[in-house]
């Protein structure tokens, strides 16, 4: 399975939205895609989840080195949209104690 990376831009928010499954094939494109934006002073970058089937211990340090980024940059990190198994994962290592996870934009 592959992982499909789309990104826009309205002012400095950034929304990349992805589908497929982010594994040790898919972590280091994503990645190469999120890490130059979270560099980036000042940014907002919102990540949809909405297609997401699948994501291993690879993908979920790749948010861990996006948001040390993030926290370096002042920018700011969050993660929508994620179905209830892949929210799981983010709960049992803790990330959504340090990530900020959201439902659907501007929801809790």
Known sequence: MNLS???EQVDSTYHIHLAGEIDAYTAPQLK???LPLA?????????????VEYIDSTGLGVFV???????ATNSELT????????KRLFSIT????VISIKSKEGQG
């Not at 080195?65 to 926290?71: E, F, Q, S, Y």
């Not at 803790?94 to 104690?97: H, N, Q, T």
Request: net charge negative; glycine share 8%.
């Open 5 to 7: 990376i789309k990104s």
């Open 32 to 34: 190469e895609s999120l």
């Open 39 to 51: 560099e980036k002073e000042n940014q907002q970058i919102n990540i949809h989840f909405d297609e």
């Open 65 to 71: 080195g996006v948001l040390k980024a993030t926290d």
């Open 79 to 86: 993660l929508l949209g994620m179905t209830s198994r892949i």
């Open 94 to 97: 803790g990330l959504d104690e």
